[in-house]
């Protein structure tokens, strides 16, 4: 199965020429429309020796660019001695075959150096069943042109055989395609009984408020849960450090406690075939309480990146959950007039530093906030002896008064009205006796 998946992924310490080519719908950065495409070619490990920028109305069918610009490439890439030509754009396999004969090197697109990165990011079995199954995904179509060296092979032997006759070159991407097929069938059914027990697990934690880690690649969410958490997570200054969800505990103060997870960095337009491959490492978003959008505010491509994030988020079905937008990286902005304008143009926003703290208080009463739906007051009654009542009271209750009766005790509690709420999951062994608004 090894020799399915191109062996030509690793771009590690080649060098590479960038080409990115705008579209009239294109989203790229103003300020550097090769920026992303540089960050990801490094990432991968390449060494990046020239960069093109080309503009056009509409794409060339055969070579996306079209042959005279292809052909320009070709000489831009020779000059600066590369080994290969990445593009910030998805190419169809007959594409890249026919980009690949003018130039005379590798030609590599944006989703194929995505993976380069995921495979090497990739730690946890899960995720790497992820990998493998998006590489899969990618490389089914371009078979036929990984196997077009097999071609002189297939014409021998049809001389040998007799005009019409198939040569083993084609029975042998028949076979892969069948391998790959079944191969693609079998990670799809254990990432779905891994999604499945992902969500009898998230169900299992219905009495704890789960608060997801959601945005931008390299915006520092690892970061903030390590400064929220002290989860110990890998932070790291590149994109994609983070592949595999972390869930920790966060006490939240005055007697509070959440769920809170970190997950995959999102980037613009990222491949559909990746966000459906990593949609379990993605279900703590999707059944998260609430999420926290955090997003680079010393970015130049802000607005860009928080859109991209949106879209992403209503692909997965989470566009009507409850958000909090977090513009973290306040450090790095020396114009106090940009802060005022960031709070502005994104209300509701907080505006912190998981490097320094700052702000993050104001984001932690938001999120209790958010958390308890208003606060109330109650007098009730429970049974001490259900242990997992106990244990409720204990994290979103704050104990005003109690007395103890036998194994009964009432007591005076304030806590969240979402939690409150939650109360009649332990049915008689605990009964509210009064409920009012906390003062």
Same mark, same amino acid.
């Given at each position: 199965?090894?020799?399915?998946?191109?062996?030509?992924?690793?771009?590690?310490?080649?060098?590479?020429?960038?080409?990115?080519?705008?579209?009239?719908?294109?989203?790229?950065?103003?300020?550097?429309?090769?920026?992303?495409?540089?960050?990801?070619?490094?990432?991968?490990?390449?060494?990046?020796?020239?960069?093109?920028?080309?503009?056009?109305?509409?794409?060339?069918?055969?070579?996306?660019?079209? +042959?005279? !610009?292809?052909? /320009? *490439?070709?000489? =831009? $890439?020779?000059?600066?001695?590369?080994? #290969? &030509?990445?593009?910030? %754009?998805?190419?169809?396999?007959?594409?890249?075959?026919?980009?690949?004969?003018?130039?005379?090197?590798?030609?590599?697109?944006?989703?194929?150096?995505?993976?380069?990165?995921?495979?090497?990011?990739?730690?946890?079995?899960?995720?790497?069943?992820?990998?493998?199954?998006?590489?899969?995904?990618?490389?089914?179509?371009?078979?036929?042109?990984?196997?077009?060296?097999?071609?002189?092979?297939?014409?021998?032997?049809?001389?040998?055989?007799?005009?019409?006759?198939?040569?083993?070159?084609?029975?042998?991407?028949?076979?892969?395609?069948?391998?790959?097929?079944?191969?693609?069938?079998?990670?799809?059914?254990?990432?779905?009984?891994?999604? +499945?027990? !992902?969500?009898? /697990? *998230?169900?299992? =934690? $219905?009495?704890?408020?789960?608060?997801? #880690? &959601?945005?931008?690649? %390299?915006?520092?969410?690892?970061?903030?849960?390590?400064?929220?958490?002290?989860?110990?997570?890998?932070?790291?200054?590149?994109?994609?450090?983070?592949?595999?969800?972390?869930?920790?505990?966060?006490?939240?103060?005055?007697?509070?406690?959440?769920?809170?997870?970190?997950?995959?960095?999102?980037?613009?337009?990222?491949?559909?075939?990746?966000?459906?491959?990593?949609?379990?490492?993605?279900?703590?978003?999707?059944?998260?309480?609430?999420?926290?959008?955090?997003?680079?505010?010393?970015?130049?491509?802000?607005?860009?990146?928080?859109?991209?994030?949106?879209?992403?988020?209503?692909?997965?079905?989470?566009?009507?959950?409850?958000?909090?937008?977090?513009?973290?990286?306040?450090?790095?902005?020396?114009?106090?007039?940009?802060?005022?304008? #960031?709070?502005?143009?994104?209300?509701?926003?907080?505006?912190?530093?998981?490097?320094?703290?700052?702000?993050?208080?104001?984001?932690?009463?938001?999120?209790?906030?958010?958390?308890?739906?208003?606060?109330?007051?109650?007098?009730?009654?429970?049974?001490?002896?259900?242990?997992?009542?106990?244990?409720?009271?204990?994290?979103?209750?704050?104990?005003?008064?109690?007395?103890?009766?036998?194994?009964?005790?009432?007591?005076?509690?304030?806590?969240?009205?979402?939690?409150?709420?939650?109360?009649?999951?332990?049915?008689?062994?605990?009964?509210?006796?009064?409920?009012?608004?906390?003062?």
């Amino acid at each position: 199965m090894d020799k399915l998946i191109r062996t030509d992924l690793a771009v590690a310490a080649e060098r590479a020429l960038l080409v990115c080519v705008e579209m009239p719908d294109s989203r790229l950065d103003p300020h550097d429309p090769l920026g992303e495409l540089r960050s990801l070619a490094k990432t991968a490990g390449a060494v990046v020796v020239d960069e093109m920028l080309s503009k056009r109305r509409k794409i060339d069918a055969a070579y996306y660019v079209g +042959s005279g !610009k292809a052909k /320009e *490439i070709g000489t =831009r $890439a020779a000059a600066a001695e590369a080994d #290969l &030509v990445i593009f910030d %754009n998805d190419l169809s396999p007959g594409q890249i075959r026919d980009l690949e004969e003018v130039i005379d090197l590798k030609v590599l697109d944006r989703s194929e150096v995505i993976l380069v990165i995921f495979a090497s990011r990739a730690r946890t079995h899960e995720a790497r069943l992820q990998v493998e199954l998006a590489q899969l995904e990618y490389t089914f179509p371009r078979l036929r042109h990984m196997w077009s060296h097999l071609e002189r092979i297939a014409g021998g032997a049809a001389a040998m055989q007799g005009i019409g006759t198939r040569g083993p070159g084609e029975r042998q991407i028949e076979i892969d395609r069948r391998l790959v097929k079944k191969r693609v069938g079998e990670l799809k059914q254990t990432l779905r009984e891994i999604d +499945s027990r !992902k969500v009898r /697990e *998230i169900a299992g =934690r $219905a009495d704890m408020f789960s608060v997801c #880690l &959601v945005g931008y690649t %390299n915006a520092g969410k690892s970061t903030l849960m390590n400064l929220l958490t002290g989860a110990g997570v890998l932070t790291e200054n590149r994109l994609f450090s983070t592949l595999d969800t972390r869930t920790r505990k966060w006490h939240l103060g005055e007697g509070q406690t959440a769920l809170l997870s970190d997950t995959v960095g999102f980037v613009r337009d990222l491949p559909h075939h990746l966000v459906a491959s990593f949609r379990a490492t993605l279900e703590e978003a999707i059944h998260a309480d609430l999420l926290l959008h955090v997003a680079d505010a010393a970015h130049d491509d802000l607005e860009h990146q928080v859109a991209s994030v949106t879209e992403v988020l209503a692909e997965l079905d989470c566009k009507d959950k409850d958000v909090i937008l977090v513009l973290n990286k306040a450090d790095r902005i020396t114009d106090a007039a940009l802060v005022a304008t #960031l709070r502005c143009q994104y209300a509701g926003s907080h505006v912190i530093s998981a490097t320094t703290a700052e702000g993050v208080e104001g984001l932690v009463d938001q999120v209790r906030l958010r958390m308890r739906g208003g606060r109330v007051a109650l007098r009730l009654t429970a049974d001490c002896r259900n242990g997992k009542l106990m244990q409720y009271l204990a994290q979103h209750a704050q104990v005003k008064d109690q007395t103890w009766s036998g194994t009964t005790v009432e007591m005076q509690a304030v806590m969240g009205s979402v939690q409150a709420d939650q109360l009649v999951r332990f049915g008689h062994d605990v009964q509210v006796l009064e409920r009012s608004v906390a003062e």
